[in-house]
């Protein structure tokens, strides 16, 4: 197993409403699962490949809740990335060198029962953690945005957290609203004001890297 690591922030909006009950161990919402992902990489490696700056994204569609499989994915990966590079990324995606379970990555590969070809493209992504704000645009496959929720009487934003101790995506997520659409591609959907996430990430072939 080649050992992988890194540093980034990601962006996921899915069909659920505010809070995901995939996050508390329950069923979706809406019966089915729809979700749109992306991930700067700030720092990171696979073997002595580096991965610093380079961008990632994929969509998912589960016909019912993730852990029922017969899941449909497509993962798309920087344009900009090296063959070496984009050899490790799509391994790192698919759950690769990857302890059993212990990423987001390698759990949601075992569910999946259609992967599409990988596509290698222009990743505009742009996320402010913190800030509740993000936008995603890969031309010819997914527009993404996302922004606060606000409060309904106010206006006024309104910050809430999600906190995973043991966690195999993140240690703590700000939650947002976000939106996204499909623009071509193999995989069609269109998520309209649902669960934004937000978080800083620091993973490893082991899994969440806790500080």
Same mark, same amino acid.
């Given at each position: 197993?080649?050992?992988?690591?890194?540093?980034?922030?990601?962006?996921?909006?899915?069909?659920?409403?505010?809070?995901?009950?995939?996050?508390?161990?329950?069923?979706?919402?809406?019966?089915?699962?729809?979700?749109?992902?992306?991930?700067?990489?700030?720092?990171?490696?696979?073997? !002595?490949?580096?991965?610093?700056?380079?961008?990632?994204?994929?969509?998912?569609?589960?016909?019912?809740?993730?852990?029922?499989?017969?899941?449909?994915?497509?993962?798309?990966?920087?344009?900009?990335? !090296?063959?070496?590079?984009? !050899?490790?990324?799509?391994?790192?995606?698919?759950?690769?060198?990857?302890?059993?379970?212990?990423?987001?990555?390698?759990?949601?590969?075992?569910?999946?029962?259609?992967?599409?070809?990988?596509?290698?493209?222009?990743?505009?992504?742009?996320?402010?953690? !913190?800030?509740?704000?993000?936008?995603?645009?890969?031309?010819?496959?997914?527009?993404?945005?996302?922004?606060?929720?606000?409060?309904?009487?106010?206006?006024?934003?309104?910050?809430?957290?999600?906190?995973?101790?043991?966690?195999?995506?993140?240690?703590?997520?700000?939650?947002?609203?976000?939106?996204?659409?499909?623009?071509?591609?193999?995989?069609?959907?269109?998520?309209?004001?649902?669960?934004?996430?937000?978080?800083?990430?620091?993973?490893?072939?082991?899994?969440?890297?806790?500080?």
């Amino acid at each position: 197993m080649v050992y992988w690591e890194f540093t980034g922030r990601e962006l996921v909006n899915c069909t659920c409403e505010y809070g995901c009950p995939c996050q508390f161990n329950a069923l979706p919402d809406k019966g089915h699962c729809y979700a749109v992902a992306a991930i700067q990489i700030d720092q990171g490696k696979h073997g !002595d490949t580096r991965l610093d700056g380079l961008k990632i994204g994929a969509i998912f569609k589960w016909p019912g809740a993730v852990h029922e499989g017969n899941g449909e994915a497509l993962a798309i990966v920087d344009e900009r990335a !090296d063959e070496t590079q984009r !050899d490790a990324l799509l391994r790192i995606m698919t759950g690769q060198d990857t302890d059993p379970f212990a990423t987001m990555f390698a759990v949601y590969a075992s569910t999946i029962t259609k992967m599409h070809e990988p596509v290698f493209a222009a990743i505009d992504f742009e996320v402010d953690v !913190d800030g509740r704000v993000g936008r995603l645009s890969v031309p010819g496959y997914v527009e993404m945005t996302g922004e606060p929720i606000r409060n309904k009487v106010s206006g006024q934003e309104s910050r809430a957290q999600i906190v995973l101790p043991a966690g195999f995506e993140y240690a703590v997520a700000d939650i947002g609203s976000a939106s996204s659409r499909t623009t071509g591609g193999p995989m069609q959907l269109e998520i309209e004001s649902k669960y934004g996430q937000f978080a800083h990430l620091h993973l490893s072939s082991h899994g969440v890297v806790r500080d």
